[in-house]
């Protein structure tokens, strides 16, 4: 059964449409990324999926055991979070708070579960330092390993490399092509960088004015892949 | 008279308990508030709450508490809790409500004057300075003072991970499950309350600077939100204690004798942050 699944979404803020009728079903194991121009939805989609927006018509779905409160979301940095005074280790921690309900204090597995990702993402030597004053990269995998405290399934990615310089680019997308094969954790990722999601996804939607969705050996082959390739500028 | 004259006096020990207790109470809120860019919202809610004095006072009711409260409330619900989704945001909302309800307040108050209340501009005074002077509270004003410190401290204890987490990521924490509504509309309350009655303790421009200095003089040199609280905390407590006593030994005014401490303190942690960060 499906993860995730959408049913002919119309998405949009106060009644106006932005998408109309998107389906699509992500499976198991998946490597989704979502491409399009700016403006095209793709955050409005995201947020759509988290529950964030409510959806003009239609339906997001959960499946296969998957409750909408164990999706890890990796958002955008918002200028609030550039000088907050936070350790590391605090702000992976409160990526157990989604299940905390209204008990006020963290549990022993929870501060395991967080060590545990910080661990994984390789910044134990950061644990206690502050996250203002940490580089681009390093504050990614932060906020990557708070996602990973919320999820053990399905990682939702918005322009996790926005900002990077190249080789932290690389070892971003390396990062998390690893949590995709290596620990079977299900991503989906909205892009600019469609080089990047050609070599890394197996599976691509595109969505504006034409709508794809399906491996990424057919997108090239399809006519929206060969339309939005064909204009230049993202040609690898 | 000496220091320890003063410490014996019952209306400076109120005072001091009472000082106290404000500037925990705003200090722990103002962290969060600094952070999501509501310094502004003490000073904001205090005039929305002279506001509704003016129209209670106009429409003459007793407890002019009654109104004040509901209205302030209701502001600080609008501001904090709606308005990450209006189409007005942060400063922008802040400063159209607090310079709306002063105006509305102070124009209701020249139409239509309120028997027994002739000096208008020494009523906006007070509601800048501090109404029933901080060195003349009722008893009954001290207790009021006790039980809301302990709710706001209890709140503090018990939603400090929640109050970080919708702090620092207000969609993450929202999409992963948190309700962040409900703290939203808790803290919003709780803001709105301790601004109001500080306000009739200390003032309003008292309890903007209790709200803003001690978080940003923590921030300068904590590096985790636990220690910026903390520290925020002692600073807050610690300049109330000295501001009164400064005060009452030298005759100065109190509000503005812990403004101006606030004031020191944050310097010298703006110059202990500079010399580490070099």
Redesign the interface.
């Known amino acids: 059964m499906a993860l995730l699944s959408c049913q002919d979404l119309s998405l949009g803020y106060e009644g106006k449409p932005i998408l109309e009728h998107i389906s699509f079903e992500v499976n198991p194991g998946d490597y989704l990324c979502i491409v399009g121009e700016n403006g095209s939805g793709k955050s409005t989609l995201m947020?759509t999926i988290?529950?964030?927006i409510h959806p003009l018509k239609g339906k997001v779905l959960t499946g296969d055991g998957l409750r909408?409160?164990e999706?890890?979301?990796l958002?955008q940095q918002?200028v609030?979070?550039r000088d907050?005074?936070?350790?590391v280790y605090?702000?992976v921690?409160?990526?157990c708070?989604?299940?905390?309900g209204l008990r006020?204090?963290?549990s022993k597995e929870d501060k395991e579960l967080a060590w545990m990702n910080i661990q994984r993402m390789e910044i134990e030597p950061l644990a206690?330092?502050?996250y203002r004053?940490l580089s681009g990269g390093q504050q990614q995998r932060v906020l990557l390993a708070?996602?990973l405290c919320?999820t053990r399934k399905l990682l939702?990615l918005d322009e996790p490399v926005a900002g990077l310089d190249p080789r932290v680019t690389a070892e971003m997308y390396q990062l998390i092509s690893d949590l995709n094969r290596r620990d079977g954790i299900t991503v989906v990722m909205i892009s600019h960088d469609l080089e990047a999601a050609l070599r890394y996804a197996t599976h691509i939607l595109h969505i504006g004015a034409r709508i794809y969705c399906g491996p990424v050996e057919d997108y090239l082959r399809s006519e929206t892949g060969v339309h939005y390739l064909g204009r230049g500028g993202y040609r690898p | 008279m000496t220091l320890w004259d003063y410490l014996q006096l019952s209306f400076v020990q109120n005072a001091l308990l009472v000082g106290v207790l404000v500037a925990l109470c705003a200090s722990l809120l103002g962290v969060t508030l600094v952070?999501?860019?509501f310094s502004f919202i003490g000073d904001g809610l205090s005039h929305v709450a002279f506001g509704a004095m003016a129209v209670a006072a106009v429409v003459g009711l007793t407890d002019d508490m009654l109104l004040v409260m509901p209205v302030t409330i209701l502001c600080a619900v609008l501001l904090l809790a709606v308005g990450s989704n209006a189409k007005i945001k942060g400063d922008a909302s802040v400063a159209m409500i607090s310079v709306g309800a002063l105006a509305v307040g102070y124009l209701l108050m020249n139409l239509f004057p309120p028997t027994g209340k002739a000096n208008i501009s020494g009523d906006v005074c007070t509601t800048l300075f501090g109404g029933t002077s901080i060195l003349t509270l009722k008893s009954l004003e001290v207790w009021l003072s006790i039980v809301l410190s302990v709710v706001v401290v209890a709140f503090f204890?018990?939603?400090?991970?929640?109050i970080?987490?919708v702090?620092?990521?207000e969609?993450?924490?929202?999409?992963?499950?948190?309700k962040t509504r409900l703290y939203n509309l808790l803290i919003a309350v709780i803001i709105a309350v301790v601004i109001v009655l500080a306000m009739k303790l200390v003032g309003s421009l008292l309890i903007s600077a209790l709200v803003v200095f001690p978080a940003l003089s923590?921030?300068r040199v904590?590096?985790?939100?636990?220690?910026?609280s903390i520290c925020a905390a002692c600073i807050s407590v610690f300049c109330a204690v000295a501001g009164i006593l400064i005060a009452a030994a030298n005759g100065t005014p109190v509000g503005s004798t812990i403004v101006v401490a606030d004031i020191a303190v944050f310097g010298i942690f703006s110059l202990i942050g500079f010399l580490e960060s070099r």
């Open positions: 947020k988290l529950g964030l909408q409160n999706i890890g979301y958002p918002t609030v979070q907050f005074p936070a350790s605090e702000i921690l409160s990526g708070q989604g299940r905390q006020p204090f963290y206690r330092r502050c004053e708070r996602a919320a939702l | 952070l999501r860019r204890v018990f939603f400090y991970h929640k970080f987490a702090t620092f990521d969609s993450f924490a929202a999409a992963t499950g948190a923590a921030m904590f590096k985790s939100f636990r220690g910026v």
